[in-house]
T-cell receptor, first 115, second 113 residues
Framework: AQTVTQSQPEMSVQEAETVTLSCTYD???????LFWYKQPPSRQMILVIR??????QNATENRFSVNFQKAAKSFSLKISDSQLGDAAMYFC????????????FGKGITLSVRP | ETGVTQTPRHLVMGMTNKKSLKCEQH?????MYWYKQSAKKPLELMFV???????ENNSVPSRFSPECPNSSHLFLHLHTLQPEDSALYLC????????????FGPGTRLTVT
């Protein structure tokens, strides 16, 4: 079974600044994916970034990047040049590969962006 | 074309009503999922369908009945619900069960009165 810990329930960042959202997880699997999803007030769950556990290189998607530490089971999300539209709830979610695996969501972090 | 659509977006129903939620994906995926999102709780996986066969049923009460007539459509039939079933119900799809990212629909906000 997988568990996900997002220990910061709320965070705030000044517009144009950088913020890092933390996530740790526990899994016995060696091959898995890691995702960050964003859920704005519209409630649409949007994929932000993905990371394959076998890749050492950290994933980057425009202003979003991750710091993946496999041994520490840590998967943080860095948002650079924060924009007002980044205000949302962010969920970390690991998924081990193979049939019958489950996408396990953390409790989420509410990010507010100050203008 | 939006990848995953859900209808209705909002639903209010009494405890004795019968209603259905619909999900459609236009991504050519083979796996579809129903999640429940309640306030202050993590997303809960309810059902998983892979190639139109149910592969996961997470101890969901029988008042929730899923149906997957083909790989593009997924329904959640509701009957004799309880007020605690009020939540956001999210549908998602992925290329295959347990492989790669899931793409979500906008959700149906359900209120049981």
């Amino acid at each position: 079974a997988q568990t996900v810990t997002q220990s910061q329930p709320e965070m705030s960042v000044q517009e144009a600044e950088t913020v890092t959202l933390s996530c740790t997880y526990d899994t016995s699997e060696s091959d898995y994916y890691l995702f960050w999803y964003k859920q704005p007030p519209s409630r649409q769950m949007i994929l932000v970034i993905r990371q394959e556990a076998y890749k050492q290189q950290n994933a980057t998607e425009n202003r979003f990047s991750v710091n993946f530490q496999k041994a520490a089971k840590s998967f943080s999300l860095k948002i650079s040049d924060s924009q007002l539209g980044d205000a949302a709830m962010y969920f970390c979610a690991p998924l081990h590969t193979g049939a019958n695996s489950k996408l396990t969501f953390g409790k989420g972090i509410t990010l507010s962006v100050r203008p | 074309e939006t990848g995953v659509t859900q209808t209705p977006r909002h639903l209010v129903m009494g405890m004795t009503n019968k209603k259905s939620l619909k999900c459609e994906q236009h991504l050519g995926h083979n796996a579809m999922y129903w999640y429940k999102q309640s306030a202050k709780k993590p997303l809960e996986l309810m059902f998983v369908y892979s190639l139109e066969e149910r592969v996961e049923n997470n101890s969901v009460p029988s008042r929730f009945s899923p149906e997957c007539p083909n790989s593009s459509h997924l329904f959640l039939h509701l009957h004799t619900l309880q007020p605690e079933d009020s939540a956001l119900y999210l549908c998602a799809s992925s290329r295959q069960d347990g492989l790669g990212e899931q793409y979500f629909g906008p959700g149906t906000r359900l209120t049981v009165t």
